[in-house]
């Protein structure tokens, strides 16, 4: 059974980082990413990761996210730093086969997510 856990979420104040982990445990995927929703917004793209490393970002978070994941642990990391109150939102892993899609309707499996709150 194939299954995504997040831990790392929580109550930040702004400018604060947090870093966010999702193991993964019943098979490997090629591409893990993360995604995050707030209140009455659709799921957006945040980041994805290739098994070989290669990083995708939003524009909106680029440069103040890394993503990074470590393949022997089948898992993956979301490093978030100079939190702004608009990242809060419930962040969710995600994880498919082949490259990394922007849509989350592409990604097959998902997480139940994490609550990250960003108070000024």
């Known amino acids: 059974q194939v299954q995504l856990v997040e831990s790392g979420g929580g109550l930040a104040q702004v400018g604060d980082s947090l870093r966010l982990s999702c193991a993964a445990s019943g098979r490997t995927f090629d591409t893990m990413g993360w995604f995050r929703q707030a209140p009455g917004k659709e799921r957006e793209f945040v980041a994805g990761?290739?098994?070989?490393?290669?990083?995708y970002y939003s524009e909106l978070m680029k440069g103040r996210f890394t993503i990074s994941r470590d393949n022997a642990e089948n898992t993956v990391y979301l490093q978030m730093h100079s939190l702004k109150p608009e990242d809060t939102a419930v962040y969710y892993c995600a994880a498919r086969d082949g490259a990394v899609s922007y849509a989350s309707i592409d990604w097959g499996s998902w997480g139940r997510g994490t609550q990250v709150t960003v108070s000024s």
């Open positions: 990761i290739s098994s070989s490393g290669t990083r």
